[in-house]
């Protein structure tokens, strides 16, 4: 999926947006007939679709398509998640990686479906704090676990690049439902992602 570029474009939306990036450079006061920018506005318009892939993607379905009756009911963590977003006020990068756990009540999900689901929210125009809650809710409304645990660590380039130039600030959000409100599963979890046991 996040590796097939025929699935993310279009031919008639690159054409569209194809046409907008050639006024945007040529506006910027680029010359975009020379040599190394012909090509520049498709490349462009296809390497923005496959960012904002994730609005043509379902969340609920990709997680219900490997869900397994299961009796264990234990925290299950995967940590250090890598993901690219976009943020919807600059539409440029934020970056960091995702940590996520659920205790399961009668089933538990393929493991690269929650990788995935991050995939899904993150790949597209986002804030932060959206993207944390939205993948909560999606792993909470079709598992219905007995609690969910997401932190997300992320560092924004339009705070680096731009504005206020900050380079190693990181922004960490965190949501939480069922079992994660109390502070004693929250702590095993805050301390399993900071461990360094591989
Ligand atoms: N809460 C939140 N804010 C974000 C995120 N990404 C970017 N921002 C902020 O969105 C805000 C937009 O503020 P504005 O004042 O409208 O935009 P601006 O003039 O470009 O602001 P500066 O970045 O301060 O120069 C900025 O403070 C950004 O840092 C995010 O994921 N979550
Ligand atoms: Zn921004």
Request: charged share 25%; net charge negative.
């Amino acid at each position: 999926m996040p590796h097939d570029k025929a699935l993310v474009t279009d031919k008639a939306v690159t054409d569209q947006l194809s046409d907008h990036y050639s006024s945007i450079i040529t506006e910027l006061g680029e010359d975009v007939s020379r040599d190394g920018l012909l090509k520049t506005p498709v490349r462009a318009a296809k390497a923005m679709q496959f960012l904002t892939q994730g609005y043509e993607m379902d969340a609920e379905n990709i997680l219900r398509s490997a869900m397994f009756a299961e009796d264990y009911s234990e925290m299950v963590i995967v940590k250090d998640i890598e993901f690219y977003s976009l943020c919807e006020h600059h539409v440029l990068p934020f970056f960091g990686r995702a940590h996520v756990a659920y205790i399961p009540d009668g089933y538990i999900v393929g493991l690269s479906k929650i990788p995935r689901v991050i995939e899904v929210f993150a790949r597209r125009l986002q804030v932060q704090e959206r993207l944390t809650d939205q993948i909560l809710q999606a792993i909470h409304t079709t598992l219905n676990p007995l609690g969910v645990a997401v932190v997300i660590e992320a560092r924004h380039m339009c705070m680096m690049m731009r504005g206020i130039q900050k380079q190693s600030s990181v922004t960490t959000t965190s949501a939480f439902t069922g079992a994660f409100k109390s502070e004693r599963t929250r702590n095993e979890f805050l301390k399993l992602i900071t461990s360094n046991l591989h």
